[in-house]
Every structure is written in C-alpha cells, then in structure tokens.
C-alpha cells in the first residue's frame, strides 16, 4: 500500500482525498487543515484523521472540538507521498518540510513549474516522474490541452495550436472572486501562461494562448484550434477523441448545450459533487477545414485533475505502468461507470422535447 496524506484540504484536496480512499493499492494516512470550519467537520465523518497544518492553530481545532492526530509534520513523516493541495506558492513553501522527511510531494498547478522536478499529465509523461522528489500535476486548463493535444499530435502531428481559454471567474464556493459583471482579457497581453505551460509537457508544440475571465463559476470554455500536418475528417477525429478514456465527447442526443447541462448531466449519472473528470468536447463543435481542426472543450476545474494527482502517486513510487494506473484510477473513480451510463441504449436514443 502506498501511504499517501494530503496537505491542503480545500477545493482540490478534499476531492484527491476522496478519490485516494477509494484506490486498491493506496491508504490516506490523513489530511492537513489549517483551521476548523464545515470541511474539517465533513473530513472527520468521513474517518480521514485530522492533522494541524500550521502549529501555532491547533488550540483552534481542541475548541472546536475537533480531535487532531497531530501536526503536518507528523503527517510528512507517515506517509511516502504527499499531495500538496494548498494555495497557489504555499506549495513551494512546504518544499523544505516534504525534504527534510525525505517524503516526494506533488504540487499543483498553481505552483512555478521551477519549483518542482516534473510537471506531469498523466498520459504524456507518466514515465518521467519515477524517483521524482517533487511533481507538479499542471494546472486544469493546461491538463485539459495536454489531453487533447496528445492524441492529435499522436495521430495526424500538430503543426501550431491556438486556444482562447474562456476561464471561469471562481470556483462556486469562492465569493470573493469576479468579476461580476464583466468580460476581461485576461490577461490582455499574449499569451496567457497556458501556452508556456503547456509547453512543460509537450516541449515541441508551437501554441498560442489567449485568457478571458467571465462571470461564471461552473467550468472553463476553450476554443480550440489546431493546423494539423494531415487532413483528416471530422468524424475520424471524433472516432480518435471519443477512444481516449480521459475525453467526453458529447453526442448530440444528449441535447447539452452547455456548461450548466453538463454539470447537471454530472450530478444525474451521480457523480460525486456533480464532478467531470474527463474533458467535455462538443462533438458537433468538431469541424476540420484543409488542415485546421476546430472544436470546443470545457473543462471542470475542480474535478479534472483529480485522477491526474492519484496517477501522479503511482508514477512517484513507480509500482504500475501509467496505462495500468489510468485504467485503475478512472475505475475506481467510477469514471468508466458514468462513460456507460452516458453511452447505454437509452442514450443513444433521441429523446422527445419535453418542453
Ligand atoms: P482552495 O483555497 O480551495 O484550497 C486550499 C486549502 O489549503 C484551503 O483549505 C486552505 O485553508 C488550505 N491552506 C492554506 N494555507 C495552508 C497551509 N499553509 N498548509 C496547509 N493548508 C493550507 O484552493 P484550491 O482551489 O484547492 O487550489 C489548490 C491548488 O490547486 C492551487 O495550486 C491551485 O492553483 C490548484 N488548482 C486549482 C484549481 C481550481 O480551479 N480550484 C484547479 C486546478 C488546480
């Protein structure tokens, strides 16, 4: 068993907390809170022990009534991977903690890509991040565009990227976050970081990025292009993108015509939190002309790199091979459970209006 804890039990934490609990060959030793509040509480219904992620609180938590198993340090010392899940550069912070117990930690995407070792999607580098002492598993907009990006640059080689990434304001929990009634370049310079980023992954891809931040909560929007260096038609790129196990390509049927059904679609097929793991892309939105493939993908911030931390655990300790980890992480996420609820009969079917 791999003994992994979680530092940072917000927004991505508690999610990669959930989804270590269920993995066969892993044990969540606890998680880290830096204060009681509700989540501390959920934490500790759902059995995760409680550790202080910043001594100096830990009274916070015994008046609150709260039983701590101890302070982050502790925590470090248990585990042979930690998930840091913290806010954007305490992550690089923690750095010294995870070296002076020798415990390899993943950071996240909010993290400088200098900070770490490898910065990591699953299924472009798994290999890479063996013997690692820290990883980044990048940010869910840069995972998003890798995942896409590997199968088409596999397949027909991409030639120039372009993507303007209408990003969500806030997670929906986040009330300090906008704007409320805007539409910003974001940043209104070229590119945004995205390209960069994702150059971290795939060094070779000539990609532009553009930002734009609008008063939404649910998910992020791309709008995708791709000049390939073959032309090949619509549907073989749907055939190609429908076959990778970390894409949702949304058949018409289903009649879901944006952000908000997805998210609904999510919480009726019973997804936990109403979670998308998988990147959404319209695939009516797929459209090739000569070389230049078109499409739109949305993406749900605060699920999709989920599986990519519980693959980044395996990769760490170098136990499975990433198609072993892939298919075991979107198993027990219940991934594949939801892919057949969305391909059953029923479906596939076209549905009479109902309005
Ligand atoms: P969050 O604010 O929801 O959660 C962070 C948690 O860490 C909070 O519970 C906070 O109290 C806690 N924390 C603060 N300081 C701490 C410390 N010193 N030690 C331990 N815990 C501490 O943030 P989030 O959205 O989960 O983001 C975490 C990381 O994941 C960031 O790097 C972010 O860029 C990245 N990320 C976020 C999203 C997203 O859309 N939410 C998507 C992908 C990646």
């Not at 960069?196 to 609008?214: K, N």
């Amino acid at each position: 068993m791999i003994r992994v804890g979680v530092n940072g039990y917000g927004t991505i934490g508690k999610r990669v907390a959930d989804g270590i609990r269920l993995q066969p060959d892993m044990q969540l030793i606890g998680v880290a809170k830096t204060r009681p509040n509700f989540e501390a509480e959920a934490a500790v219904q759902k059995g995760y022990a409680l550790y202080s992620a910043i001594p100096e609180r830990s009274r916070l938590f015994d008046e609150a009534g709260i039983d701590l198993h101890g302070e982050v340090a502790d925590l470090v010392s248990e585990c042979d991977v930690i998930v840091d899940a913290t806010p954007s550069g305490v992550g690089a912070e923690n750095c010294s903690l995870y070296r002076e117990h020798d415990t390899p930690a993943i950071l996240q995407g909010g993290e400088s890509p200098d900070t770490v070792d490898e910065s990591f999607v699953a299924q472009a580098n798994y290999d890479d991040a063996a013997g690692a002492e820290l990883l980044r598993v990048v940010s869910c907009n840069t995972t998003g565009l890798s995942r896409l990006l590997e199968p088409i640059d596999g397949e027909y080689g991409v030639d120039k990227a372009r993507a303007t990434l209408i990003r969500r304001g806030g997670d929906p929990g986040e009330t300090d976050r906008g704007p409320i009634n805007d539409i910003l370049p974001d940043p209104v310079t070229l590119p945004s970081h995205h390209g960069p980023d994702v150059q971290t992954i795939f060094p070779d891809v000539d990609i532009d990025t553009l930002g734009v931040t609008v008063p939404a909560t649910l998910m992020h929007l791309h709008s995708v292009n791709l000049t390939l260096e073959t032309e090949p038609s619509a549907s073989a790129v749907a055939d190609l993108l429908s076959r990778q196990s970390r894409l949702f390509v949304v058949p018409p049927e289903l009649r879901i015509d944006g952000t908000a059904a997805l998210k609904e679609f999510a919480t009726d097929a019973g997804r936990p939190r109403g979670d998308l793991w998988e990147n959404c892309l319209w695939e009516e939105s797929i459209a090739v002309e000569g070389t230049d493939l078109y499409l739109f993908q949305s993406i749900h911030q605060e699920a999709n790199v989920v599986p990519e931390n519980i693959d980044a655990i395996r990769a760490l300790v170098g136990r499975k091979s990433a198609a072993e980890s892939i298919a075991l992480t979107n198993d027990r996420l219940g991934m594949t459970t939801a892919r057949q609820h969305i391909q059953s009969p029923q479906h596939r079917t076209p549905q009479p209006a109902d309005d």
